[in-house]
């Protein structure tokens, strides 16, 4: 997937109506109407599960689109599915694609979204949720950068990681090298792998200085925390898969990006500054966020019950919630606002990165003659 | 209640935190401040039960506050309690209380927020979701109207309503009197009976014309609706309790009110520009709202998953996001947002009323030296 | 699927764990252990999601059994999959096969466990939840009988039938050919054919006479059902699927059937009567019930609350409860239990299967050796 | 509430049918048939909540019987609510009350049904969920014990147990006196209450020796419990109300009690082997039992998913899943099936207590002519 001429490259984002977890007809609809599979690099979707613990709409989603790039004999592109479309959130996919530009406009020099991707190594069991996680994420974040063409950290507006999880046999596999996990609870490794892998991102991005992590810090310190991370735990891997997104003068087209950090679940100052340091007249092509119940039990001064909720997980109110903050913003429901926000944003905060097309509106039926 | 000289009437709303359904402190701590318990006409609560049919934290808090006007030996005012604080939404009371004036400023002729209260005569069961409760609650509002010293209807706001269902009992007296009921179904009287008061307040401020109403439109025809009406269906009361809330030049004071008519759960337009018909520099008393899932399956021409979540109620998918939505725009959580909105406003859409401070800042510790 | 010469066939059958709704690897452990795929002529399955609306682990389970199948070369066998496995259920798959049996022993005349399928024409979009279904099921169900080699309906315990719904699209396609559909609600839809699919059983087995049958009393008189029928709506056909176990003289082999009809959820005299009438030495090999919450709101002259629980679907308590009722008769819990019983079997009750082995243990270890 | 003279008492047992949580006529009806409140010695309730954090009809029930011993001058008895009528559970009060028998039948020596009562003193706050903890309440076991006249282990049948919890002032107050809490997290303070105290029970019931107890067996060690313990935590008190429920000789009447413990969820033999115990001809007056989710993930070898299942709690399924185990045994659904089981009988397992009538059918209409 490395790009060999950065020049050459232009970024492409599309927000697919999805009418249930195995539907992938709109996508393949973009691949009737030109979108070439092997260019797609990830798909981030939002599916109609809970989120939580038992939500097989995700695992059906990933194999759904598993088996459609296997139908076209192309290697599956990053997958990350998030489950929970509460309240009006709407199912949806966002098709991140690169493909080089033929006619390259020699005299466009501003920068353009660029979307850059990495694995790191195989993570040894007993690393989870701990420093050498954050280390290695660090590093991984760093190539995905390198593959963007993007240097300078404040170039980076959202960095999206897939983590890993302990699963009891991973657990016992650990037991039997004698190598002690961080945590026995399973549930547990999902947050405290979500939790170091965005302070991978922090360190990556100067936002923490490495020397200030320690195994104690994780899952714990809420205070420190990076502006740009969305992580989520799957048990399908165990290496992180990483997706960068920022603006490279390398990258050409209309699309660009960029993010606010929402200080709280009602905090829409933050967002609508990000709007406004992008163009007026530009048509919004996806919004990206992080949300979490604020664990103080408070939003603005007042009580919130979602923590102590029996009957609804506490990040389910969050996604209903924080999606109405967003969709009362921008207008639109499709958005990708995803739960589990440890050390992503301030607590009971999070990340919002949004993606906006400057120029014209990327419309399916006329694809075939943009590109 | 109705008071001797109108322009000596001057209205006065707290909002007040709950830490649960049993926590009347909060009031308590106004009565103790100064405010005199029989000026209080009307307490509206958000409580943190699932605001569906096992919502126990209604009943709760109605008693607990029927025990705390026992206590002090005055007649419980209204009490209407909403189900139902998803997402960031903070459970809290709203107090409305009618004061006389003492020294009424003669020099002051603006309008201020005036609020009235009437009470229909019983509802006989067979006429509950039909022609007849629509009229009999049109003659309530009228009342209402006449209470609080409002003659035209452009000056009404908010018309709240709390209206009788049937239960099995009911439907068994009204086949032993020979009366045929609109619905056995004792949940699906309830929207009927919320629809039917809907319409009553509808025809008496002239927004549907009396002769349009027949039995059949009533919970069918969502293109008629009134723009102002927020009902509450309980078992307590076989008749209607009804809360007029507007301006009027026969009251004092820096309280005002406005309203908008969200056309669908995502439209902050609306909710916008009446708040811009308001004092730039007033201060946020109350906002009351009405919630629902759209009907169409659409936000905004996107898939919502409300309907067919069996997991948790549409209506608590609505209040969640709309509570988000309008709490990103106002500010704060601590919103009266309520569910079962059949027409009031239009299918997903809903009213939103808007009461704001437009002088000084109520505060309890200064209470009582401002009237 | 015909049988060519019915004195050579067995039934076989198989409880499976299933570790999620994607895990097909105990039923390919049984075809590896030499159990032939063409064979197998349904699978039955119980899966983790909630039974409801938006259960995706049935799509989820029936997409990876496709997806087995086509990998083995051999069409899909009849799935049905009932989600919920609510209190200690277990999630499983039960196979079952019909094999020609190489070396019948002809001495053997005693009747053993049949298997008989068909499927029906496909149903007119208005015919369903109308008389017209019942009558074609009852077709149907005659048709599987004769496949069975079963003429007795005293013969028959147990009809499964998996039957279609309508879809939005399919009432606009209706009404495109100017025929009324019986409702235009899509969820009704799913019970009004369950119910009349269930009377066409009753119909075939001589239960109800079909003149007894109008389009007034499907869904509405409760006191009309079959004690045999256990049916399901699926999205994905618009026809039926029709299996029919019961014993007959033209099959050989160890399993036998017998059924309970359960008159209330905790009738457990009914059960233990029926298992009285098997072998005592016998042992379990599956069991099916159909569950559903009293409509009277009691059971055995006390209330219940299921169907006034907002936060939990009535159907999803009635099958935590009666697996646990018959969990606590026949000391497993991988019972196949399953919710929405309408005309099948009385109101609050419902039938139970029950399959033994009468000689030895069917053990996936020793399969080859026993064919 | 000391006998003076213990040959002189006997123990009353009745449940109590509730038509929701605030409805205490059953419990007057009693009284109007004449039952003297002040003989009332506790009232078990099974109120229609989640069980679990935000359940507010434990309080409201609570609330209803406070107001009403008050209304008759009477200081309320120990309330014991549990939450949770899953299934076909019931909800119901069951009151237990001890009178003086004006005419002892002095030819009568057999024993029969006991209740004794004890509070312990205040609990430091940092002795929740520790060793000192399981001392205190042994102590006040063994008072219980004393006060009903029980001196053998072995005839002690049930140890109902209202525990403290720590909230964040509790936790506050503990701090400010430089006294470290066992754990600052609320919710997992009503575990280790809970588990402490059945601890307590086991220590003073000889089923474990106190040297074994140390503060990091509580809540880890789940193969010590007690066979007898019921434990539920309220944040009303600060202490333990302690009910015992045993056999004595000096107690007179037709009650009587056993129990089993169950192994496993559907362990229905030790059940039935405890009736067994129990006069053939005995008409069931009450049951009380413990269910938990087997924490192994399994029952009887089976996977069952009750842990993994984020959107019902565990103790909800299994309460309704023991539920149905235990009404199909008794063919009775208003059982006292209470959730959170931490070493009360093994896990996945637990206590179930039967009290039976030996003699006569206990009739409220004829309850005045009785004693």
């Given at each position: 997937m490395a790009p060999a001429h950065r020049d050459l490259l232009q970024a492409r984002v599309w927000r697919v109506a999805a009418?249930?977890?195995?539907?992938?007809s709109g996508v393949e609809a973009l691949f009737a109407a030109g979108?070439?599979?092997?260019?797609?690099?990830a798909i981030l979707g939002k599916t109609e599960?809970?989120?939580?613990?038992?939500?097989?709409t995700r695992g059906y989603a990933t194999a759904s689109f598993e088996a459609l790039f296997a139908r076209l004999g192309v290697a599956a592109p990053c997958l990350v599915m998030s489950g929970g479309t509460e309240g009006a959130l709407s199912p949806h996919w966002t098709v991140f694609a690169r493909e080089s530009v033929?006619?390259?406009?020699?005299t466009m020099d501003a920068p353009a979204l660029a979307i850059g991707a990495s694995r790191t190594p195989h993570?040894?069991?007993?690393?989870?949720?701990?420093r050498e996680q954050v280390l290695l994420v660090a590093q991984g974040v760093k190539a995905a950068m390198a593959d963007a063409g993007i240097?300078?950290?404040?170039?980076?507006?959202f960095v999206q990681i897939k983590c890993p999880l302990l699963t009891l046999a991973r657990v016992h596999e650990a037991d039997a090298a004698g190598a002690a996990v961080a945590t026995r609870d399973t549930l547990k490794s999902m947050g405290l792998s979500r939790g170091a892998s965005a302070l991978g991102v922090a360190v990556a991005l100067g936002e923490?200085?490495?020397?200030?992590?320690?195994?104690?810090?994780?899952?714990?310190?809420?205070?420190?925390?990076?502006?740009c991370a969305s992580t989520s735990a799957g048990v399908e891997l165990t290496d992180h898969e990483i997706i960068v997104l920022g603006m490279s003068r390398a990258w050409r087209g209309p699309l660009a990006i960029d993010h606010a950090v929402m200080a709280?679940?009602?905090?829409?100052v933050s967002v609508r500054a990000a709007q406004a340091r992008l163009p007026e007249t530009a048509r919004l092509t996806a919004v990206l966020a992080k949300a979490e119940p604020d664990p103080s039990g408070m939003v603005g001064g007042r009580r919130h019950t979602m923590l102590d909720d029996s009957d609804i997980a506490g990040t389910r109110h969050a996604r209903a919630f924080v999606g109405g903050v967003l969709a009362g913003v921008?207008?639109?429901?499709?958005l990708y606002v995803s739960g589990g926000?440890?050390?992503?944003?301030?607590p009971g905060g999070g990340p919002v990165a949004i993606i906006v097309d400057r120029i014209a509106t990327v419309d399916i039926a006329t694809m075939d003659k943009e590109s």
């Open positions: 009418s249930g977890p195995a539907d992938v979108l070439r599979p092997e260019t797609v690099v599960g809970n989120g939580c613990v038992n939500d097989f033929a006619d390259a406009t020699e993570l040894p069991y007993h690393h989870l949720g701990r240097d300078a950290p404040e170039d980076v507006h923490i200085d490495a020397g200030e992590i320690t195994d104690a810090v994780i899952g714990a310190r809420l205070d420190l925390f990076s502006r709280s679940a009602i905090d829409t921008f207008g639109m429901t499709d926000a440890e050390h992503q944003g301030p």
